[in-house]
């Protein structure tokens, strides 16, 4: 019922910042826990960070924490992750991912299983 659709992604200097959009279809969005995990080659999934249905509590990896940002625009169905600082380990494919059942920040948003709808991914590469 939600189709999820990341842009933004690219070639980024390390040091340098990115900034990731999800958009997402259905007018349900608002009600919606959202994520985003990235995946490098030969890696598992990771979360990265999530936001609740509200916006008003997010949650942030502690490999992330203080360099990346999640926010969302529920007026435009669209979920954010700003990339500040980054380095050659943040390169992946990064997710954006919809809760229909969880919607604020709990111990069960953080597990992939908790998401019911994903996006195809964007690339981020990062140059040295």
């Known amino acids: 019922q939600v189709h999820l659709v990341e842009s933004g992604g690219g070639l980024v200097q390390a040091g340098g910042s990115l900034r990731l959009s999800c958009a997402a279809s259905g007018r349900a969005f608002s009600t919606y826990g959202m994520g985003w995990f990235r995946q490098a080659p030969g890696k598992d999934r990771e979360i990265v960070a999530a936001?609740?249905?509200?916006?008003?509590?997010?949650w942030h990896a502690d490999s992330v924490k203080g360099r990346f940002f999640i926010s969302r625009d529920n007026a435009m169905n669209m979920v954010t992750l700003q990339m500040n600082s980054v380095n050659p380990e943040d390169a992946a494919v990064y997710y954006c991912?919809?809760?229909?059942?969880?919607?604020?920040?709990?111990?069960?948003?953080?597990?992939?299983?908790?998401?019911?709808?994903w996006g195809h991914g964007t690339q981020v590469t990062v140059s040295s």
């Open positions: 936001i609740s249905w509200t916006g008003d509590s997010t």
């Open positions: 991912a919809a809760s229909r059942g969880n919607r604020v920040i709990t111990s069960a948003l953080m597990s992939r299983g908790a998401y019911d709808w």
